[in-house]
């Protein structure tokens, strides 16, 4: 019998943060799923173990709960999973979220999956290294207390970090001999010519830096170089309009993306 | 036909430091694997794309090379893969790394290899934040000149970070209802019994931190907390001595894992 899967997401409530990365790939499918934001239950489950099987401690969220209502039939969440880039593996093939790495098989899939994740990781790399910008001593102390190490780091994240980042995406997108190839079939995409998993999560830290760095996003713009980036950004916003529009969006504030105006350019 | 894939590893000379990763994987199983360390290569593989297939651009090393030669039989390498978690999702289940997780099937199985995953990435984001102990506030300057902000940052990850992540690896090595089944089919495994790219994974970075913070990982050690932990680093030395002893492993110097006396305990 084919799985049917039931999803939940366990995350903090009020912020996107990682979460997002999960929440973006049940909404651009449309695949139903639940949410668990309260903070009691999401400590009951870390750093603790699941007794239930053999199971895996969590560091942190977000979780995946996931359960196949065709083995088990009653009860709750049959199994968790945390890690953002492990929860986003396990979901992209169920989700239809492979895009042209479908059109593959065996090892010529595997190796279009495994590139796939790579482009996601490193979009996942650059959200964390934007978090550090504002956190770059203690992620348990405020910022205020590490504000003159942000401002550092932020100015080398801007002048270094960010631009190299992008440009490996904009490779990804932009026009080469393959790219000219993939225009002819419909959008440029980070792998292929449709939406995957790792297009959803450049969209995101895209859409966040825009938020917290609003001025060095603009002047990166401007420059021309990452135009293929900017268009995918707007393209996958356009893709989930009826999202981005809901109260189920939640907005930037105090998690990964902040806008401090003393970290962005001037 | 089955594939016959051939492997080649692409990362610095002289350092153990994210390509070793990759390297205990070959070196575990013994399949075998092929290494390019050659600085210009790299830099020729790095930011650019891979004009060959749709590939994915690289925006760091370790890159591993793959070819099936049943398919193709002249020329080099016919796909390459970066991102540590990438390369490790896409060989542990060609190597034997998945340990228990290939006595299930079907969706149990994806669980269990998530899971497996989960556990890896852990390992590796205290890779991670072991690097910035020494660099907190921009990877292109010399450690001198972030020195002071290494001292704060390295005093948090000793006293808030390190404790943390090896909670969560005692809690999934130690000995609960689970663990205790496990102990009698034999060695405790982060997943199951058997050893995986988890089990590798964290004997790494526990073997790095080890050269890193001597005195911070002895404390550590003779809290008795993280029994379990420090077992199987020995364990799984155990396992990989004739590698560790060959001149295949690369000492540590000044890669991931340094040793600054003054961002050690005292």
Redesign the interface.
């Known amino acids: 019998m084919a ?1 049917s ?1 039931e999803y939940k997401l366990l995350y903090w409530p009020q912020i996107p943060g990682r979460g997002e990365f999960i929440r973006l790939c049940f909404e651009a499918t449309g695949v139903p799923y639940t949410e668990e934001n309260s903070v009691p239950e999401l400590q009951a489950l870390l ?3 699941d ?1 239930e ?7 942190a969220v977000p979780i995946l709960g ?1 359960r ?1 209502s065709n ?1 088990k039939t009653t009860g709750g969440i049959e ?1 968790y ?3 953002t ?3 986003l ?2 979901l992209a093939p169920r989700l239809g979220l492979l895009g ?1 790495a479908n059109k593959l098989q ?2 010529e899939r ?3 999956v ?6 996601t ?2 979009a996942l ?1 650059l959200n ?1 290294e934007t978090h ?1 910008t504002h956190h ?6 405020y910022y205020e207390d590490q504000k003159e ?1 942000a401002k ?2 932020a100015a ?1 994240f801007r002048a ?2 960010l631009p ?2 992008l ?2 995406f904009e ?2 997108l ?1 026009p ?3 790219g000219l190839d ?1 225009m002819k079939e419909g959008a440029l995409r ?3 010519s449709k939406t995957t998993v790792a297009d959803l999560t450049v969209f995101q830290v895209i859409d966040g830096l825009q938020f917290a760095l609003p001025k060095c996003m603009q002047k990166l713009k401007d420059s021309g170089k990452y135009k293929h980036v900017f268009r995918l950004h707007k393209e996958i916003r356009a893709e989930l309009k009826g999202y981005l529009n809901s109260d189920r969006r939640k907005p930037y504030s105090d998690g990964v993306f902040r806008h401090y105006p003393e970290l962005d350019d001037e």
Chains 1, 2 share one sequence.
């Open positions: 799985e899967l750093l603790n173990k007794d099987g053999i199971g895996a401690p969590h560091f996931v196949d083995t199994h999973i945390s890690q880039p492990a929860i593996s396990f042209d065996g090892f595997d190796v279009a495994a590139q796939i994740n790579q482009l990781l490193t790399d964390n550090d770059p001593i203690s992620v348990s102390s190490e550092q780091r080398d270094n970090r190299k980042f440009q490996v490779l990804a932009g080469n001999e393959v993939r980070m792998w292929g």
